[in-house]
């Protein structure tokens, strides 16, 4: 059983996050996944799980759903029926350049992860559950960082999950995000138009 906290601030938006979904990712979202608390939140609840090391199978892979660790998320995702998900990944620096690929989309399915700063990458979740198990109005994010972080591309980490985790839906999230990050809020919008047809979501 991995790291579990459920923070419960009454009537509210339903968030979860849920880190260290594949391989040892775990031991690097912990560091920011265990640093929010009650102070966090304002209304409604946010539960955290932080998974246990796992065998590595891409989230973007429908098999990785028929895993232990897999369908542990899905029950999550099934019993709190969040309606703000976030996925806290880590990534090796090599890998920066496919997940930022302008092409990604047709090469994986997946639109490219968008640099917030400090290598810190933001995007959109497997289709497979965006589809299945989310509300087209659901907000739905990946959040990626080097495996070893900086101590700079941790705080951008913590600060982005903070917000979410302070926020009752996705227009306050945007509304604080294009703060610090107006063309990134701008493309997630265009590649989420391309995925749904029309906006919503990350
Ligand atoms: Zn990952």
Redesign the pocket.
């Known amino acids: 059983m991995g790291y579990f906290n459920i923070i419960n601030k009454g009537a509210g938006p339903v968030r979860l996050f849920v880190g260290g979904?594949?391989?040892n990712?775990g031991l690097t979202t912990i560091k920011a996944l265990s640093i929010i608390g009650e102070e966090d939140i304002k209304d409604g609840k946010l539960i955290i799980y932080n998974c246990d090391e796992s065998k590595y199978i891409s989230?973007l892979d429908e098999r990785y759903y028929n895993l232990p660790v897999g369908k542990e998320i899905l029950s999550l995702i099934t019993n709190y029926q969040p309606e703000i998900y976030v996925e806290p990944?880590?990534?090796r620096p090599d890998s920066f350049s496919k997940l930022t690929d302008k092409d990604r989309k047709k090469k994986v399915g997946v639109p490219p992860l968008i640099e917030l700063e400090e290598g810190v990458l933001i995007g959109s979740v497997s289709p497979f559950i965006r589809i299945n198990y989310f509300r087209r109005q659901d907000v739905c994010v990946t959040l990626?960082i080097p495996c070893s972080p900086s101590p700079k591309a941790l705080d951008v980490y913590i600060n982005v999950l903070k917000v979410i985790a302070g926020s009752k839906d996705r227009s306050e999230i945007e509304d604080k995000l294009k703060v610090k990050y107006p063309s990134q809020v701008k493309t997630a919008r265009t590649y989420a138009l391309e995925f749904f047809g029309n906006y919503p979501p990350f």
Do not use: M, R
């Open positions: 979904v594949h391989g990712e989230t990944h880590c990534y990626e």
